[in-house]
T-cell receptor, first 114, second 111 residues
Framework: NAGVTQTPKFRVLKTGQSMTLLCAQD?????MYWYRQDPGMGLRLIHY???????AKGEVPDGYNVSRLKKQNFLLGLESAAPSQTSVYFC?????????????FGPGTRLTVT | DQQVKQNSPSLSVQEGRISILNCDYT??????FLWYKKYPAEGPTFLIS?????DKNEDGRFTVFLNKSAKHLSLHIVPSQPGDSAVYFC??????????FGTGTSLTVIP
């Protein structure tokens, strides 16, 4: 049982390049989330999904897109990377919001945009 | 604007003593609060939570207190151990889909 995994662990992009971060969970969780963590800012919610085929905006969604084509995967896309998107990105999943609020986090992806 | 605040960036405590980490929030509609622990180069891990209808929840060495009138919660760790050294985040949720995290407090437990 791997829990929540994230691919890649590190990435350096040039301004304007695009990339996709992959999050996978093997716990059959309904809810999945993407956060970014910046110094002095804590974790901020980018987008989330309450089930396969559904996505919704979080606190800081601009510049990002997401897709949840399969229940176990949640993809975060950057279409045209900007230096302001340099951050550590965490994916998380939870069973349901009704029975448990506990989120399980992946190890993070450190992204640098130059 | 930050809805959940942790005003102490760091805290140092002697092993065996009590660690008290504090968190303030601004939205009185938050219905659930959580504490997470984070080690370097790892994702946060869930520690303990409390519903807004309670004022205390205890799990082993960890106790969370909620003071709704003051919009304040705290995490008590007794006794503190060196392995507790980590960054602690408090989080709050309104409708359970969106979670708001504080900026974290780095706890160092000195042996």
């Amino acid at each position: 049982n791997a829990g929540v995994t994230q691919t890649p662990k590190f990435r350096v992009l040039k301004t304007g390049q695009s990339m996709t971060l992959l999050c996978a969970q093997d716990m059959n969780h309904e809810y999945m989330y993407w956060y970014r963590q910046d110094p002095g800012m804590g974790l901020r919610l980018i987008h989330y999904s309450v089930g396969e085929g559904t996505t919704a905006k979080g606190e800081v969604p601009d510049g990002y897109n997401v897709s949840r084509l399969k229940k176990q995967n949640f993809l975060l896309g950057l279409e045209s990377a900007a230096p302001s998107q340099t951050s550590v990105y965490f994916c998380a999943s939870s069973l349901t919001s009704g029975s448990s609020y506990e989120q399980y986090f992946g190890p993070g992806t450190r992204l640098t945009v130059t | 604007d930050q809805q959940v605040k942790q005003n102490s960036p760091s805290l140092s405590v002697q092993e065996g003593r009590i660690s008290i980490l504090n968190c303030d929030y601004t939205n009185s509609m938050f219905d659930y609060f959580l504490w997470y622990k984070k080690y370097p180069a790892e994702g946060p891990t869930f520690l303990i939570s409390i519903s807004s209808i309670k004022d205390k929840n205890e799990d082993g060495r960890f106790t969370v207190f909620l003071n709704k009138s003051a919009k304040h919660l705290s995490l008590h760790i007794v006794p503190s151990q060196p392995g507790d050294s980590a960054v602690y985040f408090c989080a709050a949720t309104l409708i359970s889909n969106q979670f708001y995290f504080g900026t974290g407090t780095s706890l160092t437990v000195i042996p």
